[in-house]
């Protein structure tokens, strides 16, 4: 009898939001988990230092926190089958299942981050037009 592993939405949804909340203060993110009820898992989910800078810096300094309804957006679309059919497949081993929820995770926080951004600069490009007339 082999055993199937699936990627897991809700720990998929769970590491983006831990690593947005890292990025988003600055600091590392503990976190300590029951997987598949009998591997448990230490994880610190790190600020990121490359890359999600000028996201960091504005979010940081304007003191705003996690759009939770912008991550749920996100995260739903990602989940589509359509977009990433490969949440629905059956792997061999946990460590197969556990790279694909970690690559979602990832898409998710750029995702986020871009989203985050541009909506940044809709507002600010909003703003510079009314101080314009």
């Known amino acids: ?18 690593q947005l909340t890292a990025d988003l203060s600055g600091h590392a993110v503990p976190a300590y988990v029951d997987r598949h009820g009998t591997v448990d898992v230490s994880l610190e989910f790190q600020p990121a230092e490359d890359g999600a800078g000028a996201y960091c810096d504005v979010f940081q300094a304007s003191g705003d926190c996690l759009d939770e309804l912008l991550l749920k957006r996100i995260t739903q679309a990602m989940f589509d089958l359509d977009q990433h059919p490969d949440l629905y497949r059956a792997y061999p081993t946990a460590a197969a299942a556990a790279a694909v929820e970690a690559q979602v995770a990832e898409a998710i926080v750029e995702a986020y981050k871009q989203a985050s951004l541009e909506q940044r600069q809709s507002v600010v490009a909003k703003f510079n037009a009314l101080l314009d007339r």
Do not use: G, H
């Open 1 to 18: 009898m082999s055993s199937q592993f699936y990627p897991t939405r809700s720990f998929i949804r769970f590491a983006a939001k831990s």
